[in-house]
């Protein structure tokens, strides 16, 4: 029963959505004799990764390629956070998480500008690139993921530090440095990751790190030890799954301890620094701060939710704060039990693309949107497990909702579930770029 309801979401993911929603409207499309409006159209996106790549490539199938799409990213590739921590673990290499986007150029003609969006200005309808370069659009399309609060670690506004004590949520050049770290150190050294109040990106992904980090200790460094210091009062996706992992693989080698907020750090004694436990020093510390809506989206005002996360109409992903600008991905504020995934990105960015080629081409906008979300987190030595939901949009709440009866979850880690982990983001990777 489980199984094969877990089968029906999984193949419900990324195809079926394409072929009941995608497709038809790529039939509309073209059944649909092109206005002017929609062939004029400009459509510009800051952000190429998850929800913002995927946004792009739809955007341009709905209308057939009519919608002029600009994509604007400073990174010259997209770098996969998910399968990030195999690379920190090290089982993959960085080359293996990092995919080009010239498809979407190739294959789709999406204009690509490799750079940083400086500003918006709204009243005129345009964005500002460095040295002053402006382009104008009709609809402003944001997925600029996360940024840091600093604030509420002073002394980590120090670039210095925030190199040293890095957080690795964004796959990268912090990816690399973590790595790096975890191979300087001499066994029996500590290792601690202290993780914020959720909401932030990817709920299990930093006891996914835990477990990966064990997993590398176990082989190389067995007196090693990991400490979990977590803000929340319980490890906030999988607990018991984790919990289960580390007592039978990596038994006394990972402690947790819950509501532990960190205030700031103590760099000469390499020490984090908690509210109200005390201080606990180690040599890597893995500093998750909180976080917010991406710079782009914050210094535009468009975070006017706790002045952290952007608010939108879920039917079109536009912004409540500015007109013609949609945001979408984890910049947004979702409803509890929606994570801020790449699965969920990916569903956004459809339901965004098609709501905008709907409003371009004066159609229906479709009112009853769904997507899918499937989380996989790898425990074990090439062992995995997932937890999924389906979402629907609800008329009286005016959200996207869990569909009753749709949550699964694995009973235990196991093989089969890592190969479907590791087809799961091959398969994600194509939706987005392919
Ligand atoms: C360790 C880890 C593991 C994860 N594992 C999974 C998983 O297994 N499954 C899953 O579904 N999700 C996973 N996630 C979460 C997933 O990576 C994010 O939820 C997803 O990337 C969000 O997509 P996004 O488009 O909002 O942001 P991103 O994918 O981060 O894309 C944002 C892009 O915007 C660009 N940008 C920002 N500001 C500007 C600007 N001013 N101008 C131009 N470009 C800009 C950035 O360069 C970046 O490329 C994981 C995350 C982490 C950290």
Same mark, same amino acid.
């Given at each position: 029963?489980?199984?094969?309801?877990?089968? !029906?979401? /999984? /193949?419900?993911?990324?195809?079926?959505?394409?072929?009941?929603?995608?497709?038809?409207?790529?039939?509309?499309?073209?059944?649909?004799?092109?206005?002017?409006?929609?062939?004029?159209?400009?459509?510009?996106?800051?952000?190429?990764?998850?929800?913002?790549?995927?946004?792009?490539?739809?955007?341009?199938?709905?209308?057939?390629?009519?919608?002029?799409?600009?994509?604007?990213?400073?990174?010259? &590739?997209?770098?996969? @956070?998910?399968?990030?921590?195999?690379?920190?673990?090290?089982?993959?290499?960085?080359?293996? $998480?990092?995919?080009?986007?010239?498809?979407?150029?190739?294959?789709?003609?999406?204009?690509?500008?490799?750079?940083?969006? *400086?500003?918006?200005?709204?009243?005129?309808?345009?964005?500002?690139?460095?040295?002053?370069?402006? %382009?104008?659009?009709?609809?402003?399309?944001?997925?600029?993921? %996360?940024?840091?609060?600093?604030?509420?670690?002073?002394?980590?506004?120090?670039?210095?530090?925030?190199?040293?004590?890095?957080?690795?949520?964004?796959?990268?050049?912090?990816?690399?440095?973590?790595?790096?770290?975890? *191979?300087?150190?001499?066994?029996?050294?500590?290792?601690?990751?202290? $993780?914020?109040?959720?909401?932030?990106?990817?709920?299990?992904?930093?006891? *996914?790190?835990?477990?990966?980090?064990?997993?590398? !200790?176990?082989?190389?460094?067995?007196?090693?030890?990991?400490?979990?210091?977590?803000?929340?009062?319980?490890?906030?996706?999988?607990?018991?799954?984790?919990?289960?992992?580390?007592? &039978?693989?990596?038994?006394?080698?990972?402690?947790?301890?819950?509501?532990?907020?960190?205030?700031?750090?103590?760099?000469?004694?390499?020490?984090?620094? !908690? *509210?109200?436990?005390?201080?606990?020093?180690?040599?890597?510390? &893995?500093? %998750?701060?909180?976080?917010?809506?991406?710079?782009?989206? !914050?210094?535009?005002?468009?975070?006017?939710?706790? /002045?952290?996360? @952007?608010?939108?109409?879920?039917?079109?992903?536009?912004?409540?704060?500015?007109?013609?600008?949609?945001?979408?991905?984890?910049?947004?504020?979702?409803?509890?039990?929606?994570?801020?995934?790449? /699965?969920?990105?990916?569903?956004?960015?459809?339901? @965004?693309?098609?709501?905008?080629?709907?409003?371009?081409?004066?159609?229906?906008?479709?009112?009853?949107?769904?997507?899918?979300?499937? @989380?996989?987190?790898?425990?074990?030595?090439?062992?995995?497990?997932? %937890?999924?939901?389906?979402?629907?949009?609800?008329?009286?709440?005016?959200?996207?909702?869990?569909?009753?009866?749709?949550?699964?979850?694995?009973?235990?880690? &196991?093989?089969?579930?890592?190969?479907?982990?590791?087809?799961?983001?091959?398969?994600?990777?194509?939706?987005?770029?392919?």
């Amino acid at each position: 029963m489980q199984n094969s309801r877990r089968k !029906f979401i /999984q /193949q419900t993911i990324l195809g079926s959505y394409l072929g009941s929603h995608g497709g038809m409207l790529f039939a509309d499309s073209k059944s649909q004799a092109p206005t002017s409006s929609l062939r004029k159209a400009k459509v510009v996106i800051v952000g190429a990764g998850f929800g913002g790549s995927a946004t792009a490539k739809y955007l341009k199938i709905f209308s057939g390629g009519q919608i002029d799409v600009t994509l604007i990213d400073p990174s010259p &590739n997209l770098v996969s @956070c998910p399968l990030s921590n195999l690379v920190i673990n090290g089982q993959m290499q960085i080359s293996e $998480i990092m995919k080009s986007r010239d498809p979407l150029q190739q294959k789709y003609g999406v204009r690509i500008i490799q750079d940083t969006v *400086e500003r918006i200005l709204p009243e005129v309808k345009k964005i500002v690139l460095p040295q002053g370069i402006t %382009i104008s659009y009709d609809k402003l399309i944001l997925s600029p993921g %996360i940024d840091m609060m600093w604030d509420s670690l002073p002394k980590m506004k120090d670039p210095v530090l925030q190199n040293r004590f890095v957080h690795a949520m964004k796959a990268g050049s912090q990816t690399l440095t973590l790595r790096k770290q975890l *191979e300087s150190m001499k066994d029996g050294e500590v290792f601690a990751i202290s $993780i914020p109040l959720a909401p932030y990106r990817c709920p299990p992904s930093p006891y *996914e790190r835990a477990s990966q980090v064990a997993n590398y !200790f176990k082989k190389y460094k067995p007196r090693s030890k990991i400490l979990v210091l977590d803000a929340n009062a319980e490890i906030t996706s999988k607990s018991t799954l984790f919990k289960k992992a580390w007592s &039978n693989y990596y038994p006394n080698m990972i402690e947790y301890r819950n509501n532990h907020t960190l205030v700031d750090v103590d760099s000469s004694e390499s020490a984090l620094l !908690f *509210e109200v436990q005390d201080d606990v020093k180690a040599s890597v510390l &893995n500093v %998750i701060p909180p976080m917010r809506a991406g710079d782009i989206a !914050f210094h535009s005002n468009l975070a006017n939710i706790n /002045q952290r996360w @952007c608010e939108v109409d879920f039917l079109t992903y536009e912004s409540k704060v500015i007109p013609d600008i949609h945001i979408l991905g984890d910049a947004i504020q979702s409803s509890t039990q929606t994570p801020k995934s790449a /699965q969920v990105a990916n569903g956004q960015a459809k339901i @965004c693309a098609s709501a905008i080629y709907q409003q371009l081409a004066d159609l229906p906008i479709n009112k009853n949107p769904t997507f899918s979300s499937i @989380c996989y987190s790898v425990l074990g030595e090439k062992t995995g497990a997932h %937890i999924s939901t389906m979402h629907q949009f609800d008329p009286k709440t005016q959200s996207m909702a869990v569909v009753s009866g749709s949550n699964s979850i694995s009973t235990t880690d &196991n093989a089969q579930e890592y190969s479907s982990a590791i087809k799961w983001a091959n398969d994600i990777w194509s939706d987005t770029l392919i």
